[in-house]
């Protein structure tokens, strides 16, 4: 007889978007007339830049001919790419890696919800809360988190970012193995200052733990004072694994491009105490599940880092920031409480009159026909709190707070 791994029949209902567009189709089913706007998931809305698409034409162009074509690439990705990579997000940063430390995939999604597999399954995971549902959705899928009762898994350490914490994940009390970070925090649009990562680092070291830092919205960061990397961070190379993306700096949601940083250095322990390095071990796990990123996509992303790639990829993101300032603004008008929105394309809205947040997004699609992500949905601390992404268009971005302004004014 075969058996299934009883642990996915643990997770609670569907997946956080998947879940969504369920309920936008069966609204938009039962009203074709209306015309939807979409700022729930985050998923970007121009085009790629000039810049890269004139490097993925010659890409299939190097495809089509026998001198240039290629094969299977290696496995942690091309050289020209990974170069890049290091010369642009780190050297710049004053951080020094090694090529074999950078890991090219086909989203941070797949890795940050892969990584785990690394890990012993009797490891205590602590998550931000409210975060990113893949961190947990795919512990919990590996057996990690306990059962789910009232809305929380019971071996999960949450640890609640709200008003009264600047939604700052504190250190726990309890003990905690694999501790996931993500600044700018998705939903939250808030950052995380260089003195907490900086204790992270410290807790990290000093109980042995491990921790996997999400910064994918890193480009959106606009105040200088802030971290882009957890490398910035003194002695996070031994403890830190760090995970960016393409999808969101350089409109890559379609096309798929991320690489994790894992530092030859960074460690994890065998029952007996045995120190095992991760870089090794993902290196295999790679090597055997994966086949890289192609080539014509690789080069497209490498595509972003040149002059002109640079200049034409700061105009989207400028563009998305633009709209996350109307979004802010014109929330704040009405007089709702708005995080966010600054250093991250996410605005965070407190509920009207505290509101659930599913109660806030029926009322949004059925009344203005809006789309906005349910707080909840990120874990027990978002109830109450609703997320919009400023990754719409101009045009609807506006109509969007148009609508909604004109429906919640009193
Ligand atoms: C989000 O809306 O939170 C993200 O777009 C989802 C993702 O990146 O997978």
């Known amino acids: ?14 997946y956080l978007f998947a ?13 074709p007339s209306a015309e939807i706007i979409r700022l729930g998931i985050g998923d970007v809305t121009l085009p790629l830049t000039e810049e890269v698409v004139d490097e993925l034409h010659k890409a299939v162009d190097d495809m089509a001919v026998k001198e240039t074509f290629k094969g299977y690439g290696p496995d942690q990705g091309y050289d020209f790419l990974i170069d890049a990579i290091i010369e642009n997000e780190y050297n710049s940063r004053g951080v020094l890696l090694d090529r ?8 941070a999604k797949c890795d940050t919800g892969n990584f785990q597999e690394i890990f012993g399954t009797d490891n205590i995971i602590a998550v931000s ?5 893949v961190y947990v959705d795919t512990n919990a899928m590996a057996g990690r988190t306990g059962d789910f009762i009232n809305g929380k898994w ?3 350490v949450y640890m609640p970012c709200n008003e009264d914490n600047d939604f700052t994940p504190q250190l726990p009390k309890e003990k905690a193995d694999i501790i996931y970070l993500c600044s700018p925090n998705n939903p939250t649009g808030t950052t995380i200052s260089k003195k907490h990562l900086t204790e992270w680092v410290n807790y990290a070291k000093e109980n042995k733990a491990v921790i996997l830092f999400d910064a994918a919205y890193s480009d959106y960061i606009k105040e200088d004072t802030e971290v882009k990397s957890i490398y910035e961070i003194d002695g996070a190379k031994d403890v830190a694994v760090e995970f960016k993306s393409f999808s969101k700096k350089a409109g890559f949601t379609g096309t798929r491009c991320a690489f994790t940083v894992v530092p030859k250095q960074a460690a994890a322990y065998t029952e007996t105490g045995e120190k095992v390095f991760l870089n090794k071990l993902w290196a295999r796990r790679v090597a055997t599940k994966f086949n890289g990123v192609s ?9 972003v880092y040149t002059e002109k790639g640079k200049e034409q990829t700061r105009k989207v993101i400028d563009y998305y920031m633009e709209n996350a300032r109307i979004i802010r603004e014109g929330l704040i008008s009405l007089g709702l409480t708005v995080y966010g929105g600054v250093n991250a394309p996410y605005i965070w809205l407190k509920t009207p009159n505290n509101m659930p947040s599913w109660d806030f997004f029926d009322k949004l699609l059925t009344e203005v026909h809006v789309v906005g ?13 609703f997320r919009l992404t400023a990754f719409g268009s101009r045009e609807n971005t506006k109509k969007a707070i ?9």
């Open 100 to 107: 074999d430390e950078i890991f090219l995939s086909d989203g």
């Open 129 to 133: 809360d409210p975060v990113y549902p």
């Open 295 to 303: 080539y014509i996509v690789q080069k497209g992303a490498a595509a």
């Open 373 to 385: 992500t349910p707080g909840s949905g990120f874990g027990p601390s978002g109830e109450g709190f």
């Open 154 to 156: 019971t071996k999960v």
């Open 402 to 410: 148009e609508a909604i302004k004109k429906s919640l004014a009193i």
């Open 1 to 14: 007889m075969v058996k299934i791994n009883e642990n996915f029949l643990k997770l609670p209902g569907n």
């Open 19 to 31: 879940e969504i567009k369920k309920r936008v189709e069966a609204f938009s089913k039962e009203n």
